[in-house]
Every structure is written in C-alpha cells, then in structure tokens.
Nanobody, 128 residues
C-alpha cells in the first residue's frame, strides 16, 4: 500500500523555524518525485517545493525561496522541508505528495495532476 505520512507541524512565532517530514512507504522511493503543497483557509492549494525522483533536483515557489529547503534521506524513505524565517502568511495545512518520475517535469513541478498519493496533511500556524 502506497502511503505518505507527514509530521512536524505546529505553532511557531514569526521568524521561527519548523521541519516537516514526509515518510514514504509502499513504492520505490527513488522512482518518485516528492512535493510539498499547502492550503490556507479560503485559498487554493499551492505548490511549495519538490524534489525530483531522478537526480534529486529541487524546486521552490518564489514565496519560499531562500527560506525553505527540501531534502531527502533515501535510507529512511523520507523527505524533509526545513522552514526558516516563517511568516504569518505561511500558515496553512501542508501536504506531501508523490508523482512517478516519468510524469514529473521541472517546468511544471507544481502541477497537481498525476500525483499517485497524498498525505493527510500537517497544520503549520505562524503567529505574528
């Protein structure tokens, strides 16, 4: 069974940091890109960051560049999202999702089509 489980969300003050984890199971980790999306109340889901399944290239939304870092630990089948200098506008439910590397293209990394699995989400709240 393909499964993604997020953890690490919480409440933090503006300027603080959190590290989200996405533990994957049920598929060959290296064959999939893993992406983070977020959705704030009343807003559409938006792409935050992706790490590709082949050469582990990374992609970021402009709003998080320089503050967030995505990485992977292949031995643990886990992808991390280190979030620094958090802002109130980063408040959202964060989801990780997987897409087979054959369907993942860097030019459209935040396209929500063709993801085979989504996690349950973890809440991140940044207070001002």
């Amino acid at each position: 069974e393909v499964q993604l489980v997020e953890s690490g969300g919480g409440l933090v003050q503006a300027g603080g940091s959190l590290r989200l984890s996405c533990a994957a199971s049920g598929f060959i980790f290296d064959d999939y890109a893993i992406c983070w999306f977020r959705q704030a109340p009343g807003k559409e889901r938006e792409g935050v960051s992706c790490i590709s399944g082949s050469d582990r290239s990374t992609y970021y939304a402009d709003s998080v560049k320089g503050r967030f870092t995505i990485s992977s630990d292949n031995a643990k089948n886990t992808v991390y999202l280190q979030m620094n200098s958090l802002k109130p506008e980063d408040t959202a439910v964060y989801y990780c999702a997987s897409k087979h590397k054959g369907l993942f293209f860097g030019t459209s990394w935040d396209d929500t089509e063709f993801f085979n699995s989504w996690g349950q989400g973890t809440q991140v709240t940044v207070s001002s």
